[in-house]
């Protein structure tokens, strides 16, 4: 069964604009990851926050969980034409596999 | 550089003809992992291995197998590869199982089905 969806399914931007996307959750979570994928290509871990955690930063990425709304938020800024992919948030409790979303695809262009 | 590697990047089988599909690494982590992806959707996990242990999802069909002979190799055997199996298969590892661990992925094997 899925855990997380993202939203929005798709995004198109220009670059040095920022970027964000969304995920909701519907259980009780230890912690939650988003991931990247580039067409074609495997998915790549990019950060991971913890449920104790309200807001996590790594360069241009920075992303807020909020537990009381079961939601994430990944906000890349100034983007760039390499950010396009399509991007995953991932959950999973103690002991349980991880669920990823559906994704969302984002487009940069220049 | 330490990484997962998934052999071949694309695979064309027939319909029922059984197919191997590998993957390995060199990060000497615990777990390795198997999903399958269908266009414009989400990773499905199949199976993992902690170690030797085989740990299968519920739902995941009969007509696929993995084994681990070793830390560093896993392969995922499909008996009787159907029209509804093709998809990308992605390999992962992770250091444990644990819920704060990251996952390693390899860039996959795009199997198509003739």
């Known amino acids: 069964s899925q855990q997380g969806e993202e939203d929005p399914q798709a995004l198109s931007i220009q670059e040095g604009e920022n970027a964000t996307m969304n995920c909701s959750y519907k259980?009780?979570?230890?912690?939650l990851q988003w991931y990247r994928q580039n067409s074609g290509r495997g998915l790549v871990h990019l950060i991971l926050?913890?449920?104790?955690?309200r807001e996590k930063h790594s360069g241009r990425l920075r992303v807020t969980l909020d537990t009381s709304k079961k939601s994430s938020s990944l906000l890349i800024t100034a983007s760039r034409a390499a950010d396009t992919a399509s991007y995953f948030c991932?959950?999973?409790?103690?002991?349980?596999?991880?669920?990823f979303g559906k994704g969302t695809t984002l487009s940069v262009s220049s | 550089d330490a990484m997962v590697i998934q052999n071949p990047r694309y695979q064309v089988t027939q319909f029922g003809k059984p197919v191997t599909l590998s993957c390995s690494q060199t990060?000497?982590?615990?777990?390795m992992y198997w999903y399958q992806q269908k266009s414009s959707q989400a990773p499905k996990l199949l199976f993992h291995?902690?170690?030797?242990?085989?740990?299968n999802e519920a739902d995941t069909p009969d007509n696929f197998q993995s084994r681990r002979p070793n830390t560093s190799f896993c392969f995922l055997d499909i008996r009787s590869p159907g029209l509804g199996d093709a998809a990308m298969y992605l390999c992962?590892?992770?250091?444990?199982?644990?819920?704060?661990?990251?996952?390693?992925f390899g860039d996959g094997t795009r199997l198509s089905i003739l």
């Open positions: 992962a590892t992770s250091r444990e199982t644990t819920a704060d661990q990251p996952q390693h």
């Open positions: 259980t009780s979570i230890n912690n």
């Open positions: 926050i913890r449920s104790n955690e």
């Open positions: 991932a959950t999973n409790q103690a002991g349980t596999a991880l669920i």
């Open positions: 990060l000497n982590h615990n777990v």
């Open positions: 291995y902690y170690d030797k242990d085989f740990n």
